[in-house]
């Protein structure tokens, strides 16, 4: 758990599944455990590496309903520069319709996230000038125009209404929501089991040397 939210954030999915069996592993989950620590020791030539300008920008994305327990998987990173500062993959409180509810209810989490490290980065402004608004890339169309028009709010009415943060943080321009396609989200790598190919070139993209 350390190495997943302090080091390693290409462990984070796997750790995050392994975790909801705290209470009754099995032998299997085991398994998986040492696969873990072979895939850590095989790396351990391999750091985050810190640098690149100093802009802020994030990607958020979403499993939806993939597992048995029907919950969907949310995910999110954030970048200064090229260096990885933020990220986490978790499921989702709550079990959403459509894959547009499960993509807005990430955009949410996400969002409480930028604005803790917006204030943070206020802190250290000696060190870092902040530019608003924060780009935070989406692959959903329908979850970017939910986020950008309340009028589009009666068909998530069951969605609770703290969801809806994310469309407050839009309008007071601390965030910028762009769509970018799936193939390059960079979240994916905590969302899904990925083919070696992908996950080697999206634990690129986490600037993992």
Not at 149 to 161: N, V
């Amino acid at each position: 758990m350390y190495c997943a939210t302090m080091t390693c954030p290409d462990i984070a999915y796997s750790v995050s599944m392994l975790s909801q069996f705290l209470e009754s592993p099995h032998t299997t989950h085991l398994k998986a455990v040492k696969h873990i620590f072979c895939y850590l020791l095989s790396i351990k030539h391999l750091k985050l590496v810190l640098g690149g300008n100093t802009s802020v920008t994030g990607f958020s994305d979403a499993d939806w309903a993939s597992q048995c327990h029907r919950h969907s998987i949310l995910e999110f990173a954030y970048f200064i520069g090229l260096s990885t500062v933020s990220w986490s993959t978790k499921k989702q409180p709550i079990i959403t319709l459509l894959s547009m509810e499960a993509e807005y209810v990430a955009l949410t989490h996400a969002t409480k996230d930028i604005l803790w490290i917006h204030k943070l980065l206020k802190e250290f402004s000696f060190l870092h000038n902040l530019s608003l608004p924060t780009t935070l890339y989406c692959n959903n169309q329908g979850a970017i125009c939910l986020s950008k028009d309340t009028t589009f709010h009666g068909r998530t009415k069951h969605i609770d209404i703290h969801f809806h943060f994310i469309c407050q943080t839009v309008t007071s321009g601390n965030i910028e929501l762009i769509y970018i396609p799936t193939k390059k989200m960079v979240a994916n790598i905590f969302m899904k089991s990925l083919a070696r190919f992908k996950f080697k070139r999206f634990r690129a993209n986490l600037n993992i040397m």
